[in-house]
């Protein structure tokens, strides 16, 4: 047993993930940052043209994609490291959601 928690201890594969984490942790903090001044500004836009602005949903939906796929790499339940190191995600296909 402890060959098993020396080999896990030396591993450079286990400390190479921690620094990903910290980053991520990092890129996590900043991103949900980013999407509150998405959120207030498609709030405000929204008040003054009375319809939702199509770039900032499609750019909020690949944030909300990252924070998850972020929580997911941090959690361990994915070993795929988000964007930077895979693609940004993309939006759907357009769907109008503004009320007429």
Do not use: C
């Not at 964007?83 to 109008?96: L, R």
């Amino acid at each position: 047993m402890d060959e098993q928690i020396k080999s896990n201890l030396l591993s450079s594969k286990h400390w190479l993930r921690l620094v990903f984490m910290l980053l991520f942790a990092g890129l996590l903090q900043l991103a949900v940052l980013v999407m509150w001044f998405v959120v207030a500004l498609q709030f405000v836009f929204s008040l003054i043209t009375g319809k939702d602005n199509r770039k900032l949903r499609d750019f909020g939906h690949g944030l909300s994609t990252f924070i998850y796929q972020s929580l997911q790499f941090l959690s361990y339940n994915s070993d795929e490291k988000p964007f930077p190191f895979s693609d940004w995600p993309e939006a759907p296909v357009a769907t109008d959601y503004t009320e007429s």
